[in-house]
């Protein structure tokens, strides 16, 4: 595949849609064809299931079997033609936010993600972002942001123990795999994370 796959993770609250948008123009500026989607969601099937996990009640294998579902359905139509067409594809989360979310806040059992991961990503290589931003929150902040934020989906609404149990998944999947991410404070200004996210895709060599 001749694309450039780049992933943004983080907390409810971290900030990623801002820096999306400004690495998207970054990206176009140079002439790139850029396609930016999100999980849980990116396909009509994959924004339905979304619809469900962000709102009904389910045990967490339910959740992580109808995100790896949506998954699996966004990279056999979105990701995967989108690299092979030599595209961008800047991803509102991927697999690590599984990991993160229904790993770490959910506590399911992680070699089963393991196992859906390699299921669903696999083939003769397991499919990855080259780099991963992830927009490193303290919970506490992240709770300050979404009190003033829409009305909360069921994720949002989760206390602050549950955001730290994310927030420690997030770390244990940056330890099994650093050279992949960048990991960029969020808890400054603006200006601040956006010249490191430029800084990061810079170092990977997407961007002159």
Same mark, same amino acid.
């Given at each position: 595949m001749n694309g450039?796959?780049?992933?943004? #993770? /983080?907390?409810d609250g971290a900030g990623?849609?801002?820096?999306? #948008? /400004?690495?998207?123009?970054a990206f176009a500026a140079q002439g790139r064809v850029v396609t930016v989607t999100r999980e849980p969601g990116g396909t009509e099937l994959a924004e339905s299931l979304r619809t469900l996990v962000l709102n009904e009640a389910m045990d967490a294998m339910t959740e992580a079997l109808l995100v790896f579902a949506a998954r699996r359905d966004h990279i056999v139509r979105v990701i995967r033609p989108a690299l092979e067409r030599g595209e961008v594809v800047l991803c509102d989360r991927f697999s690590d936010a599984t990991f993160a979310y229904q790993g770490g806040g959910r506590g399911f059992d992680w070699s089963i993600l393991s196992?859906?991961?390699?299921?669903?990503?696999g083939g003769e290589l397991l499919l990855q972002p080259q780099l991963t931003i992830w927009f490193d929150l303290p919970p506490a902040v992240a709770a300050v942001r979404l009190a003033s934020a829409r009305v909360p989906d069921r994720f949002e609404a989760q206390p602050q123990a549950f955001f730290e149990q994310v927030a420690a998944g997030y770390l244990r999947r940056f330890g099994a795999d650093s050279a992949r991410f960048a990991r960029i404070q969020a808890d400054q200004p603006p200006a601040a994370v956006w010249a490191e996210v430029l800084a990061a895709v810079r170092e990977k060599g997407l961007l002159p």
């Amino acid at each position: 595949m001749n694309g450039n796959f780049v992933s943004f #993770e /983080g907390i409810d609250g971290a900030g990623k849609s801002t820096h999306i #948008e /400004g690495l998207r123009s970054a990206f176009a500026a140079q002439g790139r064809v850029v396609t930016v989607t999100r999980e849980p969601g990116g396909t009509e099937l994959a924004e339905s299931l979304r619809t469900l996990v962000l709102n009904e009640a389910m045990d967490a294998m339910t959740e992580a079997l109808l995100v790896f579902a949506a998954r699996r359905d966004h990279i056999v139509r979105v990701i995967r033609p989108a690299l092979e067409r030599g595209e961008v594809v800047l991803c509102d989360r991927f697999s690590d936010a599984t990991f993160a979310y229904q790993g770490g806040g959910r506590g399911f059992d992680w070699s089963i993600l393991s196992v859906l991961e390699q299921w669903v990503q696999g083939g003769e290589l397991l499919l990855q972002p080259q780099l991963t931003i992830w927009f490193d929150l303290p919970p506490a902040v992240a709770a300050v942001r979404l009190a003033s934020a829409r009305v909360p989906d069921r994720f949002e609404a989760q206390p602050q123990a549950f955001f730290e149990q994310v927030a420690a998944g997030y770390l244990r999947r940056f330890g099994a795999d650093s050279a992949r991410f960048a990991r960029i404070q969020a808890d400054q200004p603006p200006a601040a994370v956006w010249a490191e996210v430029l800084a990061a895709v810079r170092e990977k060599g997407l961007l002159p």
